[in-house]
C-alpha cells in the first residue's frame, strides 16, 4: 500500500492534466469504471494484451495515458506500449515489477477518481 500512497498525489495530477476529470472536478463514471477494471484486465489477460485492448479505444487509451502520466508525468501511453512490448525479452523480475508498477498506478487512479464527483454518462 505503501508504493500506492506514494502515486495518490501524481495520479491526481494525471486525471486532471489527461481531462479525464472536467474543470468542474467530475468524471465520468464510464471513465471510473475503466480505472477500476483495468488491474483485474492485467490478472485475467496479461499486461501487453490488456494494454493493446486499452490502446484500441479513445477513451481507454486516456486512462493509459494516465496511469503512464502516474509513473512519469512526462510519460504517454504510446512510449509506456513500446516500453512494455520492449521488455517482453527481458527479465522475469524486470516484467513482473513494470507490471507491479503499472497496476499500483491504475489502483492510486482508481482511488483518486473517487474523490471527484462521479456523474452518469451524457
Known amino acids: 500500500m505503501n508504493a500506492i500512497n506514494r502515486l495518490l498525489a501524481a495520479a491526481e495530477t494525471a486525471l486532471l492534466k489527461t481531462n479525464l476529470v472536467g474543470t468542474n472536478h467530475q468524471i465520468k463514471g464510464t471513465i471510473v469504471g475503466y480505472i ?45 506500449f513500446i516500453r512494455i512490448k520492449n521488455h517482453q525479452t527481458s527479465s522475469l523480475a524486470a516484467k513482473r515489477t513494470e507490471k507491479e508498477n503499472i497496476i499500483n498506478a491504475s489502483v492510486a487512479l482508481k482511488l483518486m477518481a473517487r474523490t471527484f464527483i462521479i456523474k452518469d454518462n451524457d
Open 36 to 80: 477500476a477494471a483495468f488491474g483485474a484486465e492485467v490478472i485475467n489477460m496479461d499486461l501487453l494484451p490488456t494494454l493493446a485492448v486499452y490502446r484500441a479505444d479513445k477513451t481507454k487509451a486516456l486512462v493509459l495515458d494516465a496511469i503512464a502520466k502516474t509513473l512519469n508525468p512526462n510519460d504517454t501511453e504510446a512510449a509506456m
